[in-house]
Nanobody, 116 residues
Framework: QVRLVEFGGGLVQPGDSLRLSCAAS????????MRWSRQAPGHQRELVAS????????HYVDNVKGRFTISRDNVKNMVFLQMNSLKPEDTADYYC?????????WGQGTPVTVSS
């Protein structure tokens, strides 16, 4: 049974940092590309960052480049999203996700609110 559990979200001020974590189980974690996505109120869910199976290749959506860093620990089966210089427009529910075959599996999400 695939399980993704995100944690680490919260309420922060603009310019602050947060580190999101996602614990994965139920599949061969070290053989799968992992992604973080987010959904802001009234907006569609968008891909934020992805990381290759061995962690050597990462991709980011333009509006987080230079501020967010995705990483993974293939021993602990975890993926992380370090978010620096947070802006109000980063406010969203953040989800880790993985594609297995034709199915994308999602966690329950962790909320991030950036507000002064």
């Amino acid at each position: 049974q695939v399980r993704l559990v995100e944690f680490g979200g919260g309420l922060v001020q603009p310019g602050d940092s947060l580190r999101l974590s996602c614990a994965a189980s139920g599949f061969n974690f070290d053989s799968k590309l992992m992604r973080w996505s987010r959904q802001a109120p009234g907006h569609q869910r968008e891909l934020v960052a992805s990381i290759s199976e061995d962690g050597s290749i990462t991709h980011y959506v333009d509006n987080v480049k230079g501020r967010f860093t995705i990483s993974r620990d293939n021993v602990k089966n975890m993926v992380f999203l370090q978010m620096n210089s947070l802006k109000p427009e980063d406010t969203a529910d953040y989800y880790c996700n993985v594609r297995l075959g034709t199915t994308i599996h999602w966690g329950q999400g962790t909320p991030v609110t950036v507000s002064s």
